[in-house]
C-alpha cells in the first residue's frame, strides 16, 4: 500500500487546514486509516481514527470537537479538517493504513505549522 499525503501548510491560529491522504495498491476500503502527528524530539502520536466502512471514529482529546476525519472510499482518501488551529498543533502529520495480520504502511507526512 503506498500513502501520500497533502494539504499542509502554515496558519494563522484559529484558521483551518484539510489534510488529504490517498492509499494506492490494495483494496482501500479493507484499512482502517489514521492520522498521527510528530514533532521533534516527541514520539509520534495518533490524533485519530476511521474505521473501513468509517462508522467509527476516535480522536485524541485535545482535538476533539476541532478535527474531523472522514474517507471516500470510492476516491480511496481520507481526509482531516482542522479548525480552531492552535500553534501547538504544529506538527508533521502523518497519514497509516493498517489492517490486522499486516504491518502499517506510513506516508512520508505533511508538515503543518500554526503561527500565534
Known amino acids: 500500500v503506498q500513502v501520500v499525503e497533502s494539504g499542509g501548510g502554515v496558519v494563522q491560529a484559529g484558521g483551518s487546514l484539510r489534510l488529504s491522504c490517498v492509499a494506492s495498491?490494495?483494496?482501500?476500503?479493507?484499512?482502517?486509516m489514521a492520522w498521527y502527528r510528530q514533532t521533534p524530539g516527541k514520539e509520534r502520536e495518533r490524533v485519530a481514527l476511521i474505521s473501513r466502512d468509517g462508522d467509527k471514529t476516535f480522536y485524541e482529546d485535545s482535538v476533539k470537537g476541532r478535527f474531523t476525519i472522514s474517507r471516500d472510499n470510492a476516491k480511496n482518501t481520507v481526509y482531516l479538517q482542522m479548525n480552531s488551529l492552535k500553534p501547538a498543533d504544529t506538527a508533521v502529520y502523518y497519514c497509516?493504513?493498517?489492517?490486522?495480520?499486516?504491518?502499517?504502511?506510513w506516508g512520508q507526512g505533511t508538515q503543518v505549522t500554526v503561527s500565534s
Open positions: 495498491g490494495r483494496a482501500f476500503s479493507h484499512y482502517d
Open positions: 497509516s493504513a493498517r489492517r490486522l495480520g499486516e504491518n502499517s504502511y
